[in-house]
Each structure stands twice: as structure tokens, then as C-alpha cells.
């Protein structure tokens, strides 16, 4: 794992089914971490499932069921110190306008982080950037940054809106993710700017083989697990990392 991650620019945890951080997540966090004293950069982004990674990597019980936020849209409520952030203090108006007022920011959770639980010294690393409310009027963190490292968190899944066009067996779309020109912008903002953060770390495979020895374009994809949209190449990434 100390070889892969010596070759890779960053690392993104994406979204998926409820489970506790495994091991090699809490690996690269701590690469990061390390690198980042050492005056390098290494980000570290987190979706839905890897958002709670990054916050129960620090403080397990932060992290609470409970949540009512399945397949729905909500409005993001950017928190003032939003504007003078790294993911946000450059942000296109357009999608700013969008997070908080077109609700395109698409949720499907039942755990979630209460804004109060950054107070807790565990998460002194993080700050939170924006919240939102379930479907009962609970309110969590739904958006946050590293306050120096180059760790970013968002509960919602930007991607869905540019990416998820599955449908069910009765011809009705398997979730519901916005599509519209403000939605897609949005997720092209939230993935230009990880790659602009990743662009600042200089680390490279050894050679353009052994690169693509690690990109899924080399493997079979399947859709077993989710048949109507995600695609993935199982036992892939963090399973292969352990």
C-alpha cells in the first residue's frame, strides 16, 4: 500500500453501504497527514460514506443513525466562513446560487453528523462549511474542509447529477438526482476543483504501464451489486489496498 499511495496525487473515498472505516482508509488519511507536515500536499476527498469515514476516523461517536435523507434533494445553508474557504471562495456564482436555493444537491443517508460534534476537539482538523436538514428538521453537517489540511467532505453526492441515469424495471428513474445545466454544473465544479488540489502534488507512477495496471479501464466492470446504475470493478480499490 506504502508504494501505491507513494504514486497517486490524491485519494477519494466515494460512497456506498453503511460500514465503519476499514484500515487502509484510516492508512491514507494518516499518509496524508504525514505528508502534509513534511510540506507536501496529498487531498483526500469523501462522498456520502467516505464523509463519514473521514469524521469517524476521528471521533467514532460523532457519527450517528437516525437520519431521514434518503433519495431527496436538499438545499445546502453555506456557512459564512464558506467564502473565504479553499473549495468555496472561488466558487462560480452560478453554483453557489444553486447548492442553496435549486436544491441539487442530492442525499441518500439515514447517518449524519450534528454541526455541534465539531466542536469536539477529535475534529479539531475539520470545519464545517454548510449543513442541511433532513426530512424531520434535523439539521447536519453536509459540507467540510480541512482548516489546514487538504481534507474535503460533502454528505450529498455531487456525481449522481451528471452520472446517474439508471432506471428501475418499471421505466422510472432509479433515483432522484437532478440533471438540469445548475446541477451538472455543480458536480463539474466540486471535481475540477479535487483535481486542481490533486495537480499540486508531483507523485507519479514509475512508469505509463504500471499506471494502467491500476485503472479500471484494465478490468471487468460489473453492475451485481447495484444493477440499475452503479458500475464497479469488485474486490477493486481499498480491499485491494489491505
Known sequence: MAKLLGSLNGFLFTGGQDMDP???ALRVLEHSRRMF???QVFPVWGTCLGFEWMVAAMSPKSLLPGFRAENVNLPVHLQQRATTSRLFSEAPQRVLEALQFANVAFNSHHRGVFPVEFLRPELKDFQVL????????KEFACVIEGVNLPWFGVQFHP?????????LPDGQPATAAKHGPDAIATTQ??????VQQARLNSQSFRSEAEEASHLIYGHQTSRV????????????TLRQLL
Do not use: I, R
Open 37 to 39: 507536515e513534511a510540506g
Open 130 to 137: 454548510g449543513t442541511s436538514f433532513d426530512e424531520d428538521g
Open 189 to 194: 465544479f466540486f471535481a475540477n476543483f479535487f
Open 225 to 236: 451489486f447495484q444493477p440499475y446504475f452503479d458500475e464497479a470493478q469488485p474486490l477493486l
Open 22 to 24: 476499514p484500515p487502509a
Open 159 to 167: 456525481e449522481k447529477n451528471a452520472f446517474e441515469h439508471g432506471l
